[in-house]
């Protein structure tokens, strides 16, 4: 039976005043982070913050296994004395939050510790995040979290940190992305970028970096379809698997300059790397601690184990020969064999924004059908005057819906072409979640909800369309276009969640990676399709042409 360490906190600046919590689950066994989760929730006084946090730890560690055993450590006495029922709750405003969280797990999976609050530091920060949030009327979004790089050096250092003692020694392996959170990853990675430049790999490190972003969003942090940029409390540690593969090519790359050199595509990876995330998080100012952090050498030692484990990790893959074509991916990253003839090339634009995209709700195939916003179109016009200069689409395909095909329509009278219409770029359905925020449908819909944060095959409330049909239904697309399109440059206009999901097919990644992905309005990716059925992935929200 799986074990899982579930570390909760929650403050109020006030008491009562603005409030939010923190959680964080491990896995008990190698005290690996699986889960991170924060919230804003108004004012509240400090024990509901941290009740709340109880309660949204105790529900993402039953999405990851309804099977397992937890063990609950806290910094609150009385949170933890009252759950373990040696104190009485006289509260009326803990007594239902109390009775949540019992009925989470059945009785007997789930024991109670407290802690001293120097060891419960990463989830204190994810509170104090969720509150800083709250201050700028906004929700706290995981793709902004530094909460587990701010307490991986001092755990590397020897103190208590985030592990604490809850799983014994601190894991000598770098956790997986689910693990580490999206400040961790960007961190290592920045190092690893760092010493592949000393070593004169080139553009290979971009490449590997804008792979491993296909890890990242915003899934703990953002649903798949326009809601992007959401917090969420749920995903799933499998996509650690999707960050491995792409640190490998990056560990390859750096064995191998010769083959770096040779690369006919290093214009492409120069724009992978302008394009790459965390340099784009470092410029914008909204991860500069985490960048700081990295370029301090705080997470050198989570860098170095990836650098050292990626080779091995890649040699027993191939030993294995569990999949041939990720293989020979990780053998020649971003390159064909020369008799394969120019790819069939996808570039990915997401639509313009609408009215509803900042305000992050689900704005699937099923809705409203917005319209471009002004800003909208002033991003498919900076967009479309970017691809004329780069001169290299030679048709245009958009999605059926009114956003998509506004914003077609703008970069295809740029560039003097037609547009084309394809149902199978269109973008999820969500059922009754359309228009919605991620919050609202987390009140309204919490099983649904956590049912499809867990599956590819659930659908959203009211009868949506699962991530697997959307799969089945873009691998279809793909074929079409690409036979239709050998040897060209296809503009293709769609959505948050087809892009995602191309993507993640080109890398062979499981489908939790679409909780891993960032995708900005108006941005660019490419993926590249070659005749012997591999493919590269060669840019990731690329948004450099929107600022």
Not at 311 to 331: E, L, M
Not at 448 to 462: I, Y
Request: charged content about 25%; hydrophobic content about 40%; cysteine-free.
């Amino acid at each position: 039976m799986r074990e899982f360490i579930v570390e909760a906190d929650g403050g109020s600046r006030g008491n009562p005043g603005p409030a939010g919590y923190g959680a964080v689950v491990r896995d008990a066994a190698t005290g690996e982070t699986l889960r991170e989760t924060a919230e804003y929730i108004g004012v509240a006084t400090n024990n509901v913050a941290e009740y709340r946090g109880l309660l949204a730890g105790l529900r993402a560690a039953h999405a990851l296994d309804p099977a397992a055993t937890v063990h609950v450590r806290m910094d609150s006495k009385l949170v933890v004395e009252q759950m373990s029922g040696r104190w009485k709750i006289k509260h009326p405003d803990m007594k239902p939050l109390a009775a949540q969280a019992a009925r989470v797990f059945p009785p007997g999976r789930v024991t109670y510790e407290w802690m001293p609050r120097a060891q419960n530091k990463h989830a204190d920060r994810l509170a104090n995040e969720a509150m800083d949030a709250g201050a700028r009327g906004e929700q706290w979004s995981e793709t902004e979290s530094t909460a587990e790089l701010d307490t991986a050096g001092e755990v590397a250092a020897g103190g208590a940190g985030a592990y604490g003692s809850a799983a014994g020694a601190v894991p000598q392996e770098p956790p997986g992305d689910a693990a580490a959170g999206a400040a961790r990853v960007r961190g290592a990675l920045a190092e690893g970028r760092a010493a592949a430049a000393a070593a004169g790999s080139g553009p290979d490190a971009a490449r590997a970096s804008t792979a491993a972003r296909a890890s990242t969003e915003s899934g703990r942090g953002v649903p798949a379809g326009e809601a992007s940029g959401s917090a969420t409390d749920d995903a799933d540690a499998r996509a650690a698997r999707a960050v491995e593969g792409a640190r490998a090519v990056q560990a390859d790359a750096d064995g191998d300059t010769r083959a770096a050199k040779a690369d006919t595509g290093a214009g492409a990876g120069a724009r992978a790397e302008k394009a790459d995330p965390e340099t784009r998080a470092a410029e914008s100012g909204a991860e500069t601690r985490a960048a700081q952090a990295a370029k301090s050498g705080s997470d050198t030692r989570a860098a170095q184990a990836v650098k050292a484990g990626a080779k091995t990790r890649v040699a027993q893959a191939v030993k294995a020969g569990s999949d041939t074509r990720a293989a020979k991916t990780v053998a020649a990253p971003g390159w064909a064999p020369a008799d394969m003839g120019a790819p069939a090339t996808f570039v990915l634009l997401r639509h313009g924004e609408t009215p509803l995209t900042p305000q992050k709700r689900f704005s699937g195939s099923g809705g409203t059908d917005p319209s471009l916003s002004d800003t909208g179109r002033e991003q498919a016009e900076r967009a479309a005057a970017m691809l004329a200069r780069r001169g290299t689409i030679q048709a245009v395909v958009s999605s059926p819906l009114a956003r998509t095909r506004e914003t077609a329509g703008i970069v295809a009278a740029r560039l003097g072409l037609d547009v084309s219409i394809d149902d199978g770029l269109r973008e999820t359905d969500f059922g009754a979640w359309e228009g919605l925020t991620f919050a609202e449908v987390r009140e309204r819909h919490p099983e649904d909800l956590n049912a499809w944060l867990a599956s590819p095959d659930a659908e959203p409330t009211g009868g949506g369309e699962s991530f697997a049909a959307t799969a089945t239904r873009l691998a279809a697309t793909r074929d079409k276009l690409v036979a239709a399109h050998a040897g060209r440059t296809v503009l293709l206009v769609t959505h948050v969640t087809p892009i995602k999901t191309l993507v993640r097919l080109a890398l062979g990644a499981p489908p939790e990676s679409l909780f891993r992905m960032e995708l900005s309005a108006a941005s660019l990716s490419v993926v590249a399709y070659y005749a012997d059925g591999n493919a590269s992935v060669r840019l990731l929200n690329d948004t450099s042409h929107l600022r």
